[in-house]
């Protein structure tokens, strides 16, 4: 889902950019106005969390590499604001030091997968485990579902900006410019190979985190003490 | 314990165990991420290579590619699995210290 220099146009690039400054400043508000000195090396940890969790390339057999991103859990513990930091600054990391996404699409990278993963996972675990107890095996599941359909989220994201290159840049001759798959491809494939397998992948590390700090960290989970 | 020295230590065994990233695909034959081909790729996939991404993608020379230290590309598995522990504890070591650094900035200013 890291998007590589060179298959966004320049627009689009510049357009995520402009989309992600007011969602950055507004986190580092937000985060500044409720940030526990005690809580900063748990946001270190979630970083570092994001950071290794997407270097777990998981195969479909003959065919393309995934991985989670592990954002929901760290927007579970932190809320979401604070998980727009800690994986914007794993997916900066991955593309200035390891060429993993490109810097021409941190913008779109990290509207995917620092804003539109966290926020949306969040948000679906708060409801589905609306009033459970810390310790029910509810928040077990909501936190699976939320992972799942976060992650979906983020990869049909990507795979709609992927698609829309080829109606923006073309040549003369109807060559793509950038991403040479349209619509009809990128997203389909995007969804599909997540919906499949790699949403699946997301949700069970989402969830035996937190059956783990059930049994061992309970007052992590507890409500009112987000970032 | 504390949760907190737990967690580091989880974080410790997923860098040790990062490998199975890189030899999972391997074993299944599994190739590039969807939309994260190389240009030769690319010129296999769709009969040329973009013009835009031609030029765009080379905009940036990351110092370890992939994970991986330039030029490693043919070394053995057990060599790339070096790197590729590396590259992970690297690379947490720096998202931990900008961690750091930006809370300390965002809670520096009012006091």
């Not at chain 1, 941190?106 to 996972?121: D, E, R, S």
């Not at chain 1, 810390?134 to 989220?153: D, F, H, K, P, Q």
């Not at chain 2, 973009?50 to 020379?61: A, D, I, N, Q, V």
Request: aromatic share 12%.
């Amino acid at each position: 889902m890291h998007i590589p220099d060179g298959y966004l146009g320049p627009a689009t690039c510049g357009f995520f950019y402009l989309i992600m400054l007011p969602i950055w400043t507004t986190a580092s508000r937000i985060v500044k106005a409720t940030l526990n000195a005690r809580q900063v090396p748990l946001l270190a940890i979630g970083a570092a969390f994001s950071f290794v969790i997407m270097m777990f390339n998981v195969p479909i057999p003959g065919g393309t590499t995934g991985h989670a991103v592990g954002g929901v859990l760290v927007a579970i513990l932190l809320g979401p604001w604070a998980a727009c930091i800690a994986i914007t600054v794993a997916l900066v990391i991955q593309a200035l030091l390891f060429g993993d996404g490109g810097i021409t699409a941190i913008g779109a990278n990290c509207f995917n997968m620092a804003f539109a993963l966290p926020f949306t996972g969040y948000y679906i675990y708060r409801a589905l485990s609306y009033k459970a107890p810390v310790g029910s095996n509810r928040r077990v599941i909501a936190a699976g579902i939320a992972g799942y359909i976060a992650l979906n989220i983020a990869a049909g994201l990507s795979g709609f900006v992927f698609g829309i290159q080829p109606l923006l840049y073309k040549t003369a001759s109807g060559q793509a410019l950038y991403c040479p798959y349209g619509l009809n491809v990128a997203l389909p494939a995007m969804l599909g190979e997540h919906l499949l397998v790699f949403g699946w992948v997301e949700a069970i590390v989402t969830a035996l985190v937190i059956k783990y700090l059930q049994k061992h960290a309970p007052e992590l989970l507890a409500e009112g003490r987000k970032l | 314990m504390k949760i907190i020295s737990k967690l580091w230590i989880f974080i410790g065994a997923l860098i040790v165990l990062s490998p199975l990233g890189l030899f999972l695909p391997e074993h299944f034959k599994a190739g590039s991420a969807w939309g994260e081909w190389g240009v030769d790729e690319m010129q296999q996939l769709v009969g040329y290579i973009p013009k835009g991404l031609e030029k765009l993608s080379s905009f940036w020379s990351a110092p370890l590619p992939d994970y991986a230290f330039k030029g490693w590309e043919e070394k053995p598995f057990v060599s790339l699995s070096f790197a590729y522990i590396f590259s992970a504890a690297i690379g947490i070591l720096i998202c931990v210290a900008a961690v750091f650094i930006i809370a300390r900035l965002l809670t520096k200013k009012d006091k």
